[in-house]
């Protein structure tokens, strides 16, 4: 079971609320820093160890130089995030750089700053020679499995997925690495999503150590690092049990051991790139309620929508709600909590029991600090609301205003519009 509970008091919650108008989103420093020490622990058995947070999660440069300060590199799939990255300091291979139909532009940015290039196809290796005019010291493949490893319902079966190479291009791909010079290899996987099995992660790290052995033994290369992707999910629901990073790593260390280690094979770097379970549970869309409506079913309309949080409307995810300060109320309430899109999907719960609640109560959805704010979007005319992070002494910091008509506007030209 995972317990929701809020990162403050009401009286606090309210009194930010107050300070910044809702919607809002909360982020939880003291959690997020613990949680990410946690991993590093689970891993620290690995010298090389490390977690590439992944930007598109929670694309904000505070959250990122926290992470930073924890010892995280940054994954990055397009150029304003490896902007992003270089803004809080991250460079060299403190970046890995995993995109599809990459611009060459982007390709040209990634080498020139150092990162760990992760190519997502075998004709990317002479698109990436091309664009830089030679091939950068590292470079890093992503190994699409297919039917030998099962996917999830969010990033569906990996042989039904755009990403990466398959084993044969996999053996190809090096082999024309090692003969136009390429010294540093690297290997990547990432087949999941939000997946709460701790054994999928270490039969994914099995799966890339044997191959691993197989490409030093017929290619005659040394890896320096595998890249075992993300993917670990987080207990949406309260009676679901989060993933035991601890079981993770020690899966995943003796496994390392005997696919790897006790058949000689040189040392590597384990990487991963998690992104929602470090931020994940610790980031909370805070909104009030604006009407109450009565027809065929019982309505509760927020100042929120499906643009601060699309997860709901996207996936069908469910998000905890908490109508702070009746906790302890009965949920005796069958309601459809909505945003005010003109979309009939925009709804965060769908026949949800919760307690009574009236104009001017404030909602709590939970687990929102990663694919929350990040996705968000403009349709309607809505503005993207502010960021808060609480911070470890118990203030709170505005590290995202919100989005002004001034923001929205400001791509249209409406002196050009005068003469039209």
């Known amino acids: 079971m995972s317990e929701k509970t809020l990162p403050c008091t009401e009286a606090q919650l309210r009194d930010i609320a107050t300070r910044w108008p809702t919607p809002f989103h909360l982020y939880d420093e003291k959690a997020i820093r613990a949680n990410a020490r946690r991993l590093k622990a689970a891993f620290a058995w690995n010298k090389g160890f490390r977690n590439y947070f992944a930007v598109k999660a929670?694309?904000?440069?505070?959250?990122?130089?926290?992470?930073?300060?924890?010892?995280?590199?940054?994954?990055?799939?397009?150029?304003?995030?490896?902007?992003?990255?270089?803004?809080?300091?991250?460079?060299?291979?403190?970046?890995?750089?995993?995109s599809n139909d990459t611009p060459a532009e982007e390709f040209v940015h990634a080498v020139e700053m150092g990162a760990n290039v992760n190519l997502d196809d075998i004709s990317h290796i002479a698109f990436l020679e091309k664009a830089c005019g030679k091939l950068p010291e590292l470079v890093c493949f992503r190994y699409n499995p297919g039917p030998l490893k099962g996917g999830n319902a969010i990033i569906g079966k990996p042989e039904e997925a755009k990403y990466g190479f398959t084993r044969e291009q996999l053996f190809e791909g090096y082999r024309m690495l090692k003969e136009k010079g390429v010294k540093r290899f690297g290997l990547h996987t990432m087949v999941a999503s939000n997946e709460l099995n701790p054994q999928y992660f270490i039969d994914t790290a099995i799966l890339l150590f044997d191959l691993m052995a197989e490409l030093h033994a017929e290619?005659?290369?040394?890896?320096?690092?595998?890249?075992?992707?993300?993917?670990?999910?987080?207990?949406?629901?309260?009676?679901?049990?989060?993933?035991?990073?601890?079981?993770?790593?020690?899966?995943?260390?003796?496994?390392?051991?005997?696919?790897?280690?006790?058949?000689?094979l040189p040392d590597v770097k384990i990487y991963l790139e998690c992104g929602r379970c470090i931020t994940g549970p610790y980031g909370y869309l805070v909104s009030t309620v604006r009407h109450l409506k009565h027809t065929y079913r019982d309505y509760v309309g927020m100042d929120a929508c499906m643009a601060n949080l699309m997860r709901p409307a996207l996936y069908g995810a469910y998000h905890h709600i908490t109508v702070v300060g009746k906790e302890n109320a009965p949920a005796d309430h069958v309601y459809d909590v909505t945003g005010s899109l003109c979309e009939n999907n925009d709804k965060f719960a769908i026949q949800r029991e919760l307690p009574e609640i009236v104009p001017g109560d404030l909602l709590v959805f939970h687990d929102a600090g990663a694919h929350g704010h990040a996705m968000g979007f403009n349709y309607n005319g809505k503005l993207r609301s502010a960021e808060l992070l609480l911070r470890e002494d118990g203030s709170v910091t505005e590290i995202r205003r919100a989005e002004t008509l001034d923001d929205l506007f400001a791509t249209l030209d409406f002196d050009k519009l005068a003469n039209f």
């Open 58 to 98: 929670a694309p904000n440069p505070f959250l990122m130089s926290i992470l930073k300060d924890e010892g995280f590199g940054a994954d990055c799939s397009s150029l304003p995030e490896l902007l992003l990255s270089q803004k809080v300091g991250l460079d060299g291979e403190a970046i890995m750089f995993t």
């Open 219 to 264: 290619l005659g290369i040394t890896f320096e690092f595998v890249n075992l992707g993300g993917g670990i999910g987080i207990p949406y629901r309260p009676e679901q049990e989060g993933v035991n990073l601890e079981i993770v790593g020690e899966g995943i260390r003796k496994a390392y051991e005997e696919r790897f280690t006790a058949k000689g």
